[in-house]
């Protein structure tokens, strides 16, 4: 079974420019999470979506946010990007709770 | 304020010696603890959670158990492939999708 595929795997943008990551979350998993990784701060919550409607969010600025589109895929998206966003950023998809939550490997995103 | 604490910050063991992680947490009220093993560039990958004190679960060479303020995930006769950072984390009642992370146990195992 396919497990939550995230795209690009790598990325480099320079300050001030926006990006755009995705997220295909495991079949059947409506739960889509997202997290900022750096080496000082470690995992972070940044939101949570479910059947297309932001359930929880973190407390990252404004200029972090996402979408989940009905086919449960997700989007995050970073506008006026700083030195500091540079990160792993990593998606989690959940069919329930109880199961638990599948992360993907990851994007890789540098800002120079 | 939610927090999780994970200790020792890093572990170095030779193959067979058997020791544990602790995992201390401080929240409002616990949904579900989690552990993950996360290893160089890859996402973590799920490995137990736990939902209330005294419960205890297993998987291969790990085990992990739950009191009230922490958890321990012990880890008997570790091989080198169980080298990974392993990450504890907890779910709040009422937060949906957000797990509160630790900042991780960095295992090393030599042979």
């Known amino acids: 079974k396919a497990g939550v595929t995230q795209t690009p795997r790598y990325l480099i943008k320079t300050r001030g420019q926006q990006v755009t990551l995705s997220c295909s979350p495991i079949s059947g998993h409506r739960s889509v999470s997202w997290y900022q990784q750096t080496p000082g701060q470690g995992l972070q919550f940044l939101f949570e979506?479910?059947?297309?409607?932001?359930?929880n969010k973190g407390n990252f600025p404004g200029r972090f946010s996402g979408r989940q589109f009905s086919n449960s895929r997700s989007e995050m998206n970073v506008s006026t990007l700083e030195l500091g966003d540079s990160a792993l950023y990593l998606c989690?998809?959940?069919?329930?709770?109880?199961?638990?939550?599948?992360f993907g490997s990851g994007t890789r995103l540098t800002v120079v | 304020e939610d927090q999780v604490t994970q200790s020792p910050e890093a572990l170095r063991l030779q193959e067979g010696e058997s020791s544990s992680l602790n995992c201390s947490y401080t929240?409002?009220?616990?949904?579900?603890l989690f552990w993950y093993r996360q290893d160089p560039g890859k996402g973590p990958e799920f490995l137990f959670t736990?939902?209330?004190a005294g419960e205890e679960k297993e998987k291969e060479r790990l085990k992990a158990t739950l009191t009230k303020k922490e958890s321990f995930l012990h880890i008997t006769a570790p091989k080198p492939e169980d080298s990974a950072t392993y990450l504890c984390?907890?779910?709040?009642?009422?937060?949906?999708?957000?797990?509160?992370f630790g900042k991780g146990t960095k295992l090393s195992v030599k042979p």
């Open positions: 984390a907890v779910q709040v009642k009422g937060s949906q999708g957000n797990l509160i």
């Open positions: 979506y479910f059947s297309e409607t932001q359930r």
């Open positions: 929240v409002s009220g616990l949904r579900g």
């Open positions: 736990l939902y209330s």
């Open positions: 989690a998809s959940s069919f329930d709770e109880v199961y638990g939550y599948t």
